[in-house]
């Protein structure tokens, strides 16, 4: 059994990151009683450990508007300060200070990845990796070799146990309940296979733009920021094989599998798109050709998946805001009553934010004389997307050393490695407006079926596609 760690180091601490979800998760999981070690807040900003406390007050007033004013002293009571230069050794004995009696501390590098190296080798020569874990934040790395550089870096300070590379989409509730709903069940199994499945589609939209982050965008862009990442692990979970248990290697091996099989990406089968106006962006280059939008084909050479499709699409300023699968099954292989029309084949429908929802698309039987058909759901949902917020949930299983839902070494690689060709393939850059659902030459990336995306809707339940389904159930 790992032990809990007995402090929390975070470097970036006066960061947007920390502002919006790292402070707010803290909260909870004192709340939750499941955290009560001292707290070390590190950055360089010139601040005193009062104004950093007014900080994290006021992240929480922003973001945990119901409080317990309880709950909040006693986090504030955790928080220490370390000011200073990531580079100067001084900076890392002053922490070494603030451990205090702390001997198996959990470091957090909410630190732009450029710093990552310079943080972990600080740590390790200042003896503050000592029995230590480190949490890395994505992006891990910029590209394949960047990702590899890394990974041997992390490796000179940390053991491969002790480092945790977080992607806060495996946090998320409705991405775990994907995992849940098809390992605890049976009746999917014998359908979920290139027999039955026709094509799988995930599109995570957002309506939001940089939203203030031209800077960082401009070093990530759609494909790095989160198809690389979020959408990757999406299709794994989708796409693996059936763990033999819930456990740290087990799941990370039949993920690792997937995208070892899934073709690198063809320059061919991607669109990149950029919202209009994203040039004027703060941070962002006039003659950017960075992509706001992305949309690709995959192809997974496996027993299981050989020759469906795989459909994925992520984009900002798009129409809503929400993140869906659909699962196409085939048709079935006669006809019976005509009328069917192809091109409604049934599916399987899982929104994963920002609500919960399952949906299984069939036909029934119109009301009334002859033998006419209708489209309808099973619907299943779930209103409250995230019981627990996914940062709350990763750290907590970070500091007693649960690395089930943190990202492996030869993870990250394999899913790097999908996405390296397109990285340097300089693919043109169509423009699009705001609000609409991308370049119109995403179209082309559904070639088969006359369906083209489906785009998903306000609610779970209103979703519209080429073909006419996403009616109410
Ligand atoms: C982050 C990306 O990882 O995920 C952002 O950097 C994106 O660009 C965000 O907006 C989306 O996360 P969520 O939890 O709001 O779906």
Redesign the pocket.
Known sequence: MPQSSDALVIFGATGDLCYRKIYPALYHLVEHARLDAPVVGVARAGWTLEQFAARVRESLAKFVPQASEEAVRRLLALVRYVDGDYRERTTFQGLRQALGAAVRPLHYLAIPPSMFPVVVTMLGASGCAAGARVVVE?PFGRDLASALELNRTLHEVFEESAIFRID?YLGKEPVQNLLYFRFANSFLEPVWNRNYVASVEITMA?RIGVAGRGRFYEEAGAIR??IQN?LLEIVALLAMEPPVRFARDALRDEKVKVFRAIRPLDPQGLVRGQFSGYRQEPGVAPDSRVETFAAARLEIDSWRWGGVPFYVRAGKYLPVTA?EVVVDLRAPPANVFGGLAPGQPNYLRFRL?PDVAIALGAHAKQPGPGMQGREVELFVSQQQGDAMD?YERLIGDALIGDAVLFAREDEVEAAWAVVDPVLRAQTPVEQYALGSWGPKEAERIILEGPCGWHNPGEDAHSWTRACGQGAAP
């Open positions: 994505k806060h957002e920021d989160v979020h993140t934010g996914a």
